[in-house]
């Protein structure tokens, strides 16, 4: 397994920007596909976007589709989330998740490992 630290949350005004970094450690991080979920309060969690072990292939939430880009860096053991042009209703804790499988899935079941998460306001 992974161990996994969110960082890069905050407050930001409706139509500003935010990248949430996540810091990874343990296992090879090269073969866990990895994924961004979020969780407002009183909701479930749910996907935000997921990538695959190479980079190569990458999936989003219709919600975010055009504003958050997700990436990665094996060699630092990094992924990250870009958020663009954030609303209100983004407002939630991100949690970055790591699984061994090959497919970018949005099941939070399938994922391994957790962080922390990481708070994220956004004002209107």
């Known amino acids: 397994q992974v161990h996994l630290v969110e960082s890069g949350g905050g407050l930001v005004q409706a139509g500003g920007s935010l990248r949430l970094s996540c810091a990874a450690s343990g296992d090879t991080f090269s073969r866990y596909t990895m994924g961004w979920f979020r969780q407002a309060p009183g909701k479930e969690r749910e996907f935000v976007g997921g990538i695959s072990w190479s980079g190569g292939s990458t999936r989003y939430a219709d919600f975010v589709k055009g504003r958050f880009t997700i990436s990665r860096d094996n060699a630092k053991k990094m992924v990250y989330l870009q958020m663009n042009s954030l609303k209100p209703e983004d407002t939630a804790v991100y949690y970055c998740?790591?699984?061994?499988?090959?497919?970018?899935?949005?099941?939070?079941?399938?994922?391994?490992?957790w962080g922390q998460g990481t708070q994220v306001i956004v004002s209107s």
């Open positions: 998740a790591a699984r061994s499988g090959a497919m970018v899935t949005v099941l939070p079941s399938a994922f391994d490992s």
